[in-house]
């Protein structure tokens, strides 16, 4: 009987979950969670409803909760770590990430999250061996290449940033996030062709980004090519009428008689 009732309670927060009803079925795994039963069958059900709740002090407490009665559970350390992440506290969310990494030391999103950590605290040597650690398991792991790209660029290593925002790119070829790096690259580059370039494959992918727009308005700007500029100014203060830096071009091109 008491399995019977087990199984239905889990049934119904199996069901709720798969639903995003992650209230109701928190109510389910929880009385399952309490009342004795194997707590295996439904921990990471709870830790999930938390996480996609974004209540991480419930998700902290129940990792803690878990772990004084049961034995180490990967899944257990990586939400704890996860949770700890989103609070900033690294150095912390550092110490449960490794613990999970001991259980699997090559579970690519622990290792993923791990290294987001290292990039964070600015823990350059650490972030490097994490990100070729990952790169020796999955050579095209975009997330990993883009963010060697913006460590690179971050010290104004271009050549490097340029390398891997290429290697990023070979993976995702629309992704306009690497899109506008490699634009940015190429721009303190002294590369404005190139720049211009990229810049027009980004815009004809996402027409409205008003980022990449300012920054082809700067490059027509540099390039001395003020007919195209007027168009682009148009278009950005149509976005967004406020736009300071848009208003201020404008305003500086109609006092030299260049708009």
């Not at 709870?46 to 772990?67: K, W």
């Not at 030391?105 to 290292?118: F, G, H, Q, R, T």
């Not at 994490?130 to 990993?144: A, T, V």
């Not at 050549?159 to 506008?180: I, P, Q, T």
Request: glycine content about 4%.
């Amino acid at each position: 009987m008491f399995f019977i009732f087990k199984e239905f309670l889990l049934f119904l927060g199996e069901f709720f979950y798969l639903l995003r009803f992650f209230k109701q079925s928190l109510y389910f795994y929880k009385k399952v969670y309490f009342a004795g039963f194997n707590k295996d069958e439904c921990i990471e059900h709870i830790l999930s409803c938390y996480t996609a709740l974004y209540d991480l002090d419930s998700v902290i407490y129940y990792c803690d909760d878990y772990l004084e009665s049961e034995d180490v559970n990967f899944n257990v350390y990586y939400f704890k770590a996860q949770a700890l992440s989103y609070k900033g506290l690294y150095d912390e969310a550092l110490k449960y990430y490794d613990l999970a990494l001991d259980i699997c030391p090559e579970n690519l999103i622990a290792l993923i999250a791990k290294s987001d950590v290292l990039f964070k605290m600015g823990k350059d040597d650490l972030f490097l061996e994490c990100c070729e650690k990952i790169l020796r398991l999955d050579s095209e792991n975009f997330h990993i290449l883009y963010n060697k790209s913006c460590f690179y660029f971050n010290k104004e290593e271009w050549d490097l940033a340029l390398e891997f925002v290429n290697k990023s790119l070979e993976v995702d070829g629309s992704d306009l996030n690497a899109l506008s790096t490699k634009s940015k690259i190429f721009i303190n580059m002294g590369l404005l062709d190139e720049a211009m370039g990229t810049l027009d494959i980004l815009l004809a992918i996402y027409p409205n980004s008003i980022d990449d727009l300012m920054n082809k308005i700067f490059v027509l700007l540099d390039k001395g090519d003020y007919s195209e500029v007027r168009g682009y100014l148009e278009k950005v203060l149509k976005l967004d009428p406020t736009n300071e830096a848009a208003l201020k071009i404008k305003e500086d091109m109609l006092e030299n008689n260049d708009y």
